[in-house]
């Protein structure tokens, strides 16, 4: 059987238990008491081992199978959680990424884990180092479980089953017969759990699932199964399974299941198998929404009772079908136009239409791009805890607005640079456990990560209830190393000295001992935040903490811009860099220094001549006694550009110059207008330094 087809299935599924894993393993160990974590952590475990064993990744479901083992002590109360084991099946998450990664680069998942191995197995063996001397609590249970006879059921399943029929679901026994000549018995097992799981809940297996995994079972299993369906009619779902020789449903009442709990079933597997107590259970929910354990032995997750209401798409679908809705929306905007120039009453009616149709489908489009920053987000608690293990420090990460959606195009580079800001505020920004008592702070320090909407933007902040930035110390540094003179650093305001962090020459080795290392790579950070069309700036207060606030677009395919002419050319500018527009006259034009400059709301700003800076043949601005400005912002800094005309708002597709253009200072890109004509789009950072 040729795997190839699902190895991509096989990775997206392996990320998405590997991450719920890394989550609630976080989560148990703020609360290590709670079994119902310890369970959902030995279903992700369990379906991951039977997917890696599937596609013949056997090193992955191998070490898998080892932590399954320790999981099982926890959740039968035969083994108490401590920091060792939890640094262990850390580790052992890691490798498990390695080794996905592996595979996701064409390689065959092998990895060197006989550490790990040596380590869970001392573990299930009660040979775990403890802090205190004392010897490690694994109960005398905490030898192989005994086996428990085919066909019954705990206490916990069957009272799952059990509440199920009160509530009038029907709970059926099934029993499948796989034809003796079938070449992959567990292949074809998988196919028919896959199939129940899409009308139901199976709740118990015998023999077990892993036992049905690795094919070590005879010709046939049964199972405990809660769904809606007649039983007649999943036996005839069941029969249409290739290779499947019988397949028998038998709908249980109170009576018979209180009486099959009890005994062996009659028409359970013919040999026994040694199988964990409560190997599988549920957290305790209403049935038929309480998961039972028993996830079918292969990639996929247990389906509820309705069919799943979502798909998977490659991001290159969704690129193309961005870039046929930009041709579109071009074609709307020229429709427009010469609608308008026809007076043509039926077809300017249609070409509203049109575009309330293509708005629709635009708004539609868009939101397929957008995703939580969650997907970013939730790889950060691990980190921080990892972190502040190793800083010997108690840090609490506080997330809030992971729901917060931005484009795929923007979450895809943007986790690098956040990254690198949460390692600097725990790494140096939040101080020891010493020095916070001493400064009268809670010993354990806490991180903001937050996210939020505002107008056609998000921001990102990252905020630490750290020591704070000394002004006067990077003052100190930036004379040093030559950023600024003895005379310019004193006329910095504490503000300005901040935003110094993000200068080149910060980076050294003597800036992690001055300034708490808060320069360390942060120009890479504004750099790279800067291409995605973003701003980053920080705030502190020393002794009280550091913010650092990031400002990213929604969007970078499709955005509103103000069209304005200059000569024979057309100009986009993007509107949400856009503070306000007007007109001012040649008399208000002051020289301040060399500079040009003119009153905006009670201050000075800087007014540069984009006709000059674009050298435009066909327009000279100094002839003009009146000149229409655009005031533009990046950051706190404002700066007003002169232009000839205002064509009007649009909203216009971002195209791309192509790798054959140089860099074009001023440009981030162009777009095509409903008249086929190109407008360059102006990029208003370049213009504040």
Not at 457 to 481: C, L, M, T, Y
Not at 648 to 662: A, D, W
Request: charged share 25%; aromatic share 6%.
């Amino acid at each position: 059987m040729d795997m190839n087809q699902y190895l991509s299935m096989f990775i997206d599924e392996s990320n998405d238990h590997l991450q719920s894993l890394n989550e609630n393993m976080m989560g148990l160990e703020a609360n290590p008491v709670d079994l119902g974590i310890v369970q959902v952590i030995f279903r992700s475990a369990h379906t991951l081992k039977g997917m890696a064993a599937t596609m013949g990744f056997e090193d992955l479901a191998s070490l898998t199978h080892q932590m399954e083992n320790v999981l099982d002590l926890v959740r039968n109360n035969k083994l108490r959680m401590q920091d060792f084991i939890f640094d262990t099946l850390f580790k052992s998450l890691d490798a498990l990424e390695a080794m996905v990664q592996d595979i996701t680069a064409g390689g065959e998942g092998k990895a060197d884990v006989s550490h790990i191995v040596a380590s869970l197995q001392a573990i299930v063996r009660g040979e775990i180092p403890s802090a205190a001397g004392a010897a490690a609590e694994v109960t005398a249970a905490a030898a192989p479980a005994a086996s428990s006879s085919p066909g019954t059921l705990d206490e916990f399943q069957y009272s799952v089953l059990e509440q199920s029929i009160q509530e009038g679901h029907r709970v059926l026994y099934i029993d499948v017969a796989i034809r003796k000549d079938c070449q992959l018995k567990a292949v074809r097992a998988y196919m028919v759990f896959d199939l129940l799981e899409r009308s139901g809940e199976v709740v118990k297996s015998f023999p077990s699932v892993q036992d049905i995994e690795q094919e070590k079972f005879d010709h046939g299993f049964s199972l405990y199964y809660i769904t809606a369906k007649e039983a007649s009619e999943m036996e005839s779902m069941i029969m249409n399974v290739s290779e499947i020789e019988k397949a028998t449903a038998v709908m249980l009442d109170s009576e018979t299941l209180r009486q099959m709990s009890q005994a062996p079933a009659a028409a359970a597997a013919e040999a026994p198998v040694k199988e964990a107590p409560g190997e599988v259970q549920a957290p305790a929910a209403p049935a038929p929404q309480a998961k039972g354990d028993a996830a079918k032995p292969a990639p996929a997750r247990a389906a509820a009772n309705a069919p799943s209401r979502t798909i998977r798409v490659d991001i290159e679908r969704l690129d193309v079908l961005m870039n046929l809705f930009s041709e579109l929306l071009i074609d709307r905007v020229r429709l427009e136009q010469l609608a308008s120039e026809v007076q043509n009453g039926d077809l300017t009616e249609t070409v509203e239409h049109m575009g309330r149709v293509s708005s629709d489908l635009q708004n539609i489009v868009m939101k397929l791009r957008m995703v939580p920053v969650d997907t970013v987000f939730n790889r950060f608690p691990r980190m921080v805890r990892d972190l502040a293990k190793s800083l010997d420090k108690k840090i609490d990460l506080v997330i809030t607005g992971a729901e917060t959606e931005l484009d795929r195009t923007v979450i895809d580079e943007i986790g690098d640079p956040l990254v690198h800001l949460l390692r600097n505020a725990v790494d140096h920004g939040v101080e020891n456990g010493q020095e916070r008592v001493a400064s009268g702070k809670p010993e354990t320090g806490t991180v903001h990560l937050r996210a939020f909407h505002s107008g056609n933007h998000v921001f990102i902040e990252i905020e630490d209830d750290g020591a704070g930035i000394n002004p006067q110390k990077i003052r100190q540094s930036a004379v040093k190393k030559g950023i600024l003179s003895q005379e310019e650093a004193a006329r910095y305001s504490d503000d300005e000295a901040i935003q110094l962090l993000f200068a080149p020459g910060f980076s050294t080795a003597e800036v992690i001992s001055d300034v708490s290392g808060r320069g360390v790579g942060l120009d890479v950070v504004k750099s790279k935040i800067a291409s995605l069309g973003g701003n980053v700036v920080v705030y502190s207060t020393l002794g009280k903490g550091t913010n650092f606030s990031v400002q990213l677009p929604l969007t970078l395919s499709i955005i509103a811009a103000m069209l304005i002419r200059l000569g024979s050319e057309k100009y986009a500018i993007p509107l949400s860099s856009i503070v306000e527009t007007g007109i001012i006259k040649k008399a208000q034009i002051r020289q301040v220094h060399g500079t040009r400059m003119i009153e905006f709301r009670g201050s000075h700003i800087p007014l540069l001549s984009l006709s000059k800076f674009f050298a435009v043949a066909d327009f000279d601005e100094s002839t003009e006694d009146e000149t229409e400005i655009v005031v533009v912002r990046k950051g706190d800094r404002l700066v007003a550009l002169a232009v000839q005309d205002f064509i009007g708002q649009n909203e216009i597709v971002i195209k791309n110059l192509g790798k054959y253009l140089p860099e074009v200072q001023g440009i981030s890109g162009a777009t095509i207008l409903g008249d086929g004509q190109v407008a360059l789009i102006i990029d208003p950072n370049a213009f504040i330094k």
